[in-house]
């Protein structure tokens, strides 16, 4: 997948005012790619592995999609370099005593970039739709009881429970974008979508590239470049001569195994930082013997989650048998699983399981899952475990997922932070992403119970809780976190790679 998490570094209950940033209005975008008047000119090349399934964003929970949607979007708040919400749409908010109640106040003189008015009607058009419609991020909004929209400036989000982490709900990445409601309706937004963002789509072709034009209504400081181009490019090998050979200038999707040496070499920029992601396999709970737990334990006692991840990573990433990261101040530390094929035979025995075929569904467009599959198949094999690999490209994984047509997959979320990203869409009953059908009702209680508790520690002890019942119910079998690896050009500036894989490209220029 990617599905694509939400960002927020810790919860802030209590009343913040930031003074508000400047606006600006320009010319309107140039649709034809021609280069809008002003900046430094150029249009940037990036290479992604895979193509988006669709450009709007409260429906697409693909992680090339949100490549291109970050560039294109705004939210009312967002994470900065340091994961800490900050003013995006909205340049000040302050909460009620009880809680209950935060009133958010939108810059002045936003526009859409088409030229049109983004106000707060806009803001309440977007939530309500994700939540009447029942879209991938409604659960975000599951203590929202009310959005309203008094003035033109003025956005009042009333809940029914204290919400601790609403920021990250409410701005986190932008699946939570503010949309435009004609966009919507028209059904442009799929291959065309009208963002308030640094940059437009101008044009889409399917198989080949996404192309944007610096958007001159931004109301922030005017990007730079005149526009990025994100082509597809699956094969890593192939990127990086692309990016050697100029016809790129930016790519996330180097050969792993060269990461180390490319470092080293000075021709080009190449960064990794630890991540907030995780990578994992689940189980079908909706299929036998998966619904049993001693198989699914049984499949976890039988991997070697440290040969995986050499074979996958190359060792960019570490190994980690929960979902949130050593780094994060959230991370609980357990790890019941060791490979034992011994083990894995005895809890298959107890199941009265032998003879086992099992579907493992990976994607080309994440080549690491077709690189693990082969190890974990090799893995299995030595407990009585036949994997047959099934490999598609990513929008068909993405319909499969949906439907529940697996035995197996192996995938991750990306630019997770606060807890709740880690575990309730993914883990409650309930959750918009629990494919693999895992129930438990004590899982439930404290997912939800920790939605609203505001005192750090018990929040962090529920989690932890989640974290144990999780990895003992086999709903995900955790294998690693990965690093944030990235390559550039010398030519390009102002460009970080950032722990959350935003994809930011509207301060970055681009030397002639």
């Given at each position: 997948?990617s599905n694509f998490g939400s960002r927020?570094?810790g919860a802030?209950?209590a009343v913040?005012?930031v003074a508000?940033g400047?606006c600006?209005?320009g010319?309107?975008?140039?649709v034809?790619?021609?280069g809008?008047t002003?900046g430094a000119g150029?249009?940037l090349t990036a290479?992604?592995?895979?193509e988006?399934?669709?450009?709007d964003?409260?429906?697409?929970?693909a992680?090339?999609s949100?490549?291109?949607?970050?560039?294109v979007y705004d939210?009312?708040v967002?994470?900065?370099?340091n994961?800490?919400?900050k003013p995006?749409?909205?340049?000040?908010?302050k909460?009620?005593?009880d809680?209950?109640t935060?009133?958010?106040?939108?810059?002045e003189?936003?526009?859409?970039?088409?030229?049109?008015?983004l106000?707060s009607?806009?803001?309440?058009?977007?939530?309500?739709?994700?939540?009447g419609e029942?879209?991938?991020?409604a659960?975000?909004f599951?203590s929202v009881k009310?959005?309203?929209?008094?003035?033109?400036?003025?956005?009042?989000?009333?809940?029914?429970?204290p919400t601790?982490n609403l920021l990250?709900?409410?701005?986190g990445?932008k699946?939570v974008a503010?949309?435009?409601?004609?966009?919507?309706?028209?059904?442009a937004?799929?291959?065309?979508p009208?963002?308030?963002?640094?940059?437009?789509v101008s044009?889409?072709?399917?198989?080949d590239?996404?192309?944007l034009v610096r958007?001159d209504?931004?109301w922030?400081d005017?990007p730079?470049?005149?526009?990025?181009?994100?082509?597809?490019v699956?094969?890593?090998?192939?990127?990086?001569?692309?990016?050697?050979?100029?016809?790129?200038?930016?790519?996330?999707?180097l050969?792993?195994q060269?990461?180390?040496?490319?470092?080293d070499?000075g021709?080009?920029?190449v960064?990794?930082?630890?991540?907030?992601?995780?990578?994992y396999l689940?189980?079908?709970?909706?299929?036998?013997?998966?619904?049993?737990v001693?198989?699914?334990?049984?499949?976890?006692?039988a991997?070697?989650?440290?040969?995986?991840?050499k074979?996958?990573?190359f060792?960019?990433a570490t190994?980690?048998?929960?979902?949130?990261?050593?780094g994060?101040?959230w991370?609980y530390?357990?790890a019941?699983?060791?490979?034992?094929?011994?083990?894995?035979?005895?809890?298959?025995g107890?199941?009265?399981?032998?003879?086992?075929t099992?579907?493992?569904?990976?994607?080309?467009?994440?080549?690491?899952?077709?690189?693990?599959?082969?190890v974990?198949a090799?893995?299995?094999?030595?407990?009585g475990?036949?994997?047959r690999?099934r490999?598609l490209?990513?929008a068909?994984?993405l319909d499969?997922?949906?439907?529940?047509?697996?035995d197996a997959f192996?995938?991750?979320?990306?630019g997770?932070i606060?807890p709740?990203?880690?575990?309730?869409?993914q883990?409650?009953s309930?959750?918009?992403f629990?494919f693999q059908?895992?129930?438990n009702?004590?899982?439930?209680?404290?997912l939800d119970?920790?939605r609203?508790?505001?005192?750090?520690a018990?929040?962090k002890?529920?989690?932890?809780?989640?974290a144990?019942q999780?990895?003992?119910?086999?709903?995900?079998i955790?294998?690693?976190?990965?690093?944030?690896?990235?390559?550039w050009?010398k030519?390009v500036?102002?460009?970080?790679?950032?722990?959350?894989?935003a994809i930011?490209f509207?301060?970055v220029?681009?030397?002639?």
């Amino acid at each position: 997948m990617s599905n694509f998490g939400s960002r927020l570094a810790g919860a802030t209950l209590a009343v913040v005012l930031v003074a508000a940033g400047g606006c600006s209005a320009g010319k309107g975008v140039d649709v034809d790619g021609g280069g809008a008047t002003g900046g430094a000119g150029g249009v940037l090349t990036a290479a992604i592995g895979g193509e988006p399934d669709q450009l709007d964003p409260h429906k697409t929970s693909a992680y090339y999609s949100f490549q291109v949607l970050e560039n294109v979007y705004d939210t009312l708040v967002e994470p900065d370099e340091n994961l800490e919400m900050k003013p995006a749409l909205a340049t000040e908010w302050k909460t009620s005593d009880d809680q209950l109640t935060w009133t958010f106040t939108l810059r002045e003189g936003v526009k859409f970039s088409d030229g049109s008015p983004l106000t707060s009607q806009d803001v309440k058009y977007s939530f309500d739709r994700i939540v009447g419609e029942k879209l991938n991020n409604a659960y975000r909004f599951a203590s929202v009881k009310s959005v309203a929209a008094p003035d033109p400036k003025t956005v009042v989000v009333t809940l029914s429970a204290p919400t601790p982490n609403l920021l990250a709900n409410l701005g986190g990445f932008k699946g939570v974008a503010i949309v435009q409601k004609a966009n919507i309706e028209s059904g442009a937004v799929k291959t065309k979508p009208v963002g308030s963002g640094p940059f437009a789509v101008s044009a889409y072709t399917s198989g080949d590239s996404v192309k944007l034009v610096r958007n001159d209504n931004y109301w922030g400081d005017k990007p730079k470049l005149d526009g990025v181009t994100f082509t597809f490019v699956k094969d890593p090998t192939v990127a990086l001569q692309n990016l050697r050979g100029g016809e790129v200038q930016w790519t996330d999707n180097l050969p792993p195994q060269q990461v180390p040496s490319l470092k080293d070499g000075g021709d080009l920029e190449v960064q990794t930082t630890p991540s907030s992601d995780y990578w994992y396999l689940t189980l079908n709970q909706a299929r036998k013997p998966y619904s049993d737990v001693n198989v699914r334990r049984a499949v976890a006692f039988a991997l070697d989650p440290a040969a995986i991840t050499k074979a996958a990573k190359f060792g960019l990433a570490t190994t980690n048998q929960t979902a949130i990261p050593k780094g994060s101040a959230w991370y609980y530390e357990y790890a019941p699983y060791r490979h034992d094929p011994a083990q894995a035979k005895q809890l298959l025995g107890q199941a009265g399981v032998t003879g086992l075929t099992m579907e493992l569904m990976v994607t080309s467009e994440y080549p690491e899952t077709v690189s693990a599959a082969q190890v974990i198949a090799a893995q299995l094999k030595e407990v009585g475990i036949t994997v047959r690999i099934r490999t598609l490209d990513f929008a068909q994984w993405l319909d499969e997922q949906g439907k529940g047509n697996f035995d197996a997959f192996m995938l991750g979320w990306l630019g997770n932070i606060d807890p709740d990203e880690f575990y309730y869409a993914q883990h409650h009953s309930g959750g918009t992403f629990n494919f693999q059908k895992y129930r438990n009702p004590a899982v439930d209680k404290l997912l939800d119970q920790a939605r609203t508790e505001t005192d750090q520690a018990a929040r962090k002890q529920a989690y932890d809780q989640v974290a144990k019942q999780v990895v003992d119910d086999a709903s995900y079998i955790y294998l690693y976190n990965p690093d944030v690896v990235q390559g550039w050009s010398k030519k390009v500036t102002g460009y970080q790679a950032r722990t959350d894989r935003a994809i930011r490209f509207r301060d970055v220029a681009l030397a002639k």
